[in-house]
């Protein structure tokens, strides 16, 4: 089989790259190891910033997301016990969040494939890159039974932070910078209404928390918790109860419990490679970099990493011209460690790091006043919130 662009990974940025280079008729094959049901059972992100909502509209796949996604135009932080409201929209001038999850961009983007008629392999396995750093890039791969070889212009690895195409350029040719925080966040889904009707993230001595939506009948729940938990000591119960410790009294007051849909916990990473392209292989969005969720920035960067590969090979199979390629790794990196820092930031504002000790509690708390004391500093967190410019 042969294709202009192979991408791996069928995820967020593989689905969207793909989209864009349909609709501009450069051919592309996607190959990914999971099957479909497998990939849209991950609930991850539920925030969209106006950039990536613009992608997804000149991906043709915007309509549903209009018609469902909740415009968000502010966020609440709670801390010793009071809620403060960030005015995201009045700080920004204008400018909102749309909460609408991940499985639901996920589903509108992969509908939108099958009536394109475009190539997806799933549950292609062993997939493996070669000769991107010649003319001739080839993946191989196997898929029911027996072995393929798929020739393209170029790779994209959309394969996520555990994916392939990573691990296959050679460890001298990559930098990698890494932070690991000592907690996870484990998540609850419910069909419950939200408790209220903006996200709450939280800041308490027992950790932190987040109180967020899918819609208005439909709510997702966060708590920090210990990297040895296991879901399984979480009972519905348990969780509830700890979540109730977390909140202020109307909140607690608001909050409608009910059976978890889904639960699951995640460690929390920082995490960059530099740089993204190596010859013609390209990595785009969890593939090259990984951000704690605490700013709902990780989706966001996937799309803003596939913009600057989209343009670039859009300008390439138009022109000739290589200019954006070769763009690509430093126009993404700059927008990428920006995010890095906010989302960091962010995390390092709610989350208990017992090895900081009270000192650290201290610094947190004046932090979270003078944050509210001052425009200056929350227009700055909002301006990162809502997305910065691609
Ligand atoms: P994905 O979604 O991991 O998709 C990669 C795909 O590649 C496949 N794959 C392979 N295919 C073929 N061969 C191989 N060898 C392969 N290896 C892997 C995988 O099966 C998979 O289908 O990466 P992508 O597309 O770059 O998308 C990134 C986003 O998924 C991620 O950044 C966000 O979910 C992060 N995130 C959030 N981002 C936001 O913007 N806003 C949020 O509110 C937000 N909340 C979150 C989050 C992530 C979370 N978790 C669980 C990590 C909340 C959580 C809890
Ligand atoms: C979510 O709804 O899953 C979500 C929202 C905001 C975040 C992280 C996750 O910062």
Not at 81 to 93: A, E, F, K, S
Not at 142 to 147: E, F, L, N, Q, S
Not at 193 to 217: K, N, W
Request: hydrophobic share 40%.
């Amino acid at each position: 089989m042969r294709t202009q662009v192979a991408i791996i990974g069928a995820g967020p940025s593989g689905l969207l790259l793909g989209q864009l280079l349909t609709r501009a008729g450069i051919a592309n094959v996607i190959l990914e190891r999971h099957t479909p049901e497998y990939v849209l059972g991950r609930i991850r992100a539920g925030v969209l910033e106006q950039g990536a909502v613009a992608m997804l509209d000149e991906a043709g796949v915007g309509a549903r997301l209009h018609a469902e996604g909740l415009v968000h135009g502010g966020i609440e932080i709670l801390w010793a016990g009071t809620r403060h409201r960030v005015d995201l929209n009045g700080l920004t001038g204008g400018k909102n969040v749309i909460v609408y999850g991940q499985t639901e961009v996920t589903k509108d983007l992969m509908d939108a494939r099958r009536a394109s008629g475009a190539t997806s392999v799933y549950e292609a396995e062993e997939v493996s890159v070669h000769g991107f750093d010649g003319t001739k890039p080839v993946v191989r791969y196997r898929h029911g039974g027996a072995a393929h070889e798929l020739e393209c212009d170029f790779i994209a690895g959309c394969d996520g932070f555990h994916g392939v195409c990573r691990q296959s350029v050679p460890t001298r040719a990559i930098r990698t910078y890494e932070r690991v925080y000592p907690f996870g966040w484990l998540g609850l889904l419910s069909e419950t209404p939200p408790v209220s009707h903006e996200l709450i993230y939280v800041s308490h001595e027992r950790g932190f928390a987040l109180c967020s939506m899918r819609s208005h009948t439909r709510s997702r729940y966060y708590l920090q918790c210990s990297l040895d938990d296991k879901v399984e000591d979480w009972s519905d119960e348990r969780f509830w109860e700890e979540l109730g410790k977390r909140l202020d009294a109307r909140a607690v007051a608001d909050l409608v419990t009910g059976p978890s849909i889904e639960k699951s916990i995640a460690p929390l990473r920082s995490f960059v490679a530099e740089p993204l392209r190596f010859g013609r292989l390209f990595l785009a969005g969890d593939a090259g970099h990984i951000v704690p969720p605490t700013g709902a920035k990780g989706l966001n960067l996937a799309a803003s990493d596939v913009r600057y590969l989209y343009d670039g090979l859009a300008e390439y199979y138009r022109k000739g011209a290589t200019a954006g390629l070769d763009a690509y790794s430093e126009r993404a990196l700059r927008r990428i460690w920006k995010a890095e820092r906010f989302s960091w930031w962010m995390t390092n504002l709610l989350h208990r790091f017992p090895e900081n000790g009270p000192f650290g509690e201290k610094m947190q708390l004046a932090e979270l006043d003078y944050l509210f004391s001052s425009k200056a500093a929350l227009t700055a967190l909002a301006e990162n919130y809502v997305g910065l410019p691609y």
